[in-house]
């Protein structure tokens, strides 16, 4: 499986960005896809997941203001982002994984290099 992430940018507080994540080489069709972020000398987190059964599920601190969606038709993940706060700035990666479920980093397999987004207040 190969993804690739696109649309991080610097912006200021209160904007919006969307991030896409193109997948190739899956044969799967049921696979779990998810956002996750890691800030200089943080851990990687969990921001928004579509688990295999479609149900989706998000971090607290962005619930409200991320949408995690998916075009199948085009293998792209998005996560919709709005509001953005200066807590948000991060690395933004996309995972998948056939069996994983909820947010946690170390249940996704297959990574992405990551999009850099800079929000400033």
């Known amino acids: 499986v190969h993804l690739l992430e696109s649309g991080g940018a610097s912006v200021q507080a209160g904007e919006s960005l969307t991030l896409s994540c193109v997948a190739s080489?899956?044969?799967?069709?049921?696979?779990?896809w998810g956002w996750f972020r890691q800030a200089p000398g943080k851990e990687r987190e969990g921001v928004a997941i579509?688990?295999?059964?479609?149900?989706?599920r998000y971090r607290d601190t962005v619930k409200g203001r991320f949408t995690i969606s998916q075009d199948n038709a085009k293998n792209t993940l998005y996560l919709q982002m709005n509001s953005l706060k200066p807590e948000d700035t991060a690395m933004y990666f996309c995972?998948?994984?056939?069996?994983?479920?909820?947010?946690?980093?170390?249940?996704?397999?297959?990574w992405g290099q990551g999009t850099q987004v800079t929000v400033s207040s």
């Open positions: 995972a998948a994984d056939r069996l994983a479920y909820g947010l946690a980093p170390d249940a996704y397999t297959y």
């Open positions: 080489g899956y044969s799967y069709n049921t696979y779990s």
């Open positions: 579509i688990d295999s059964d479609g149900t989706t």
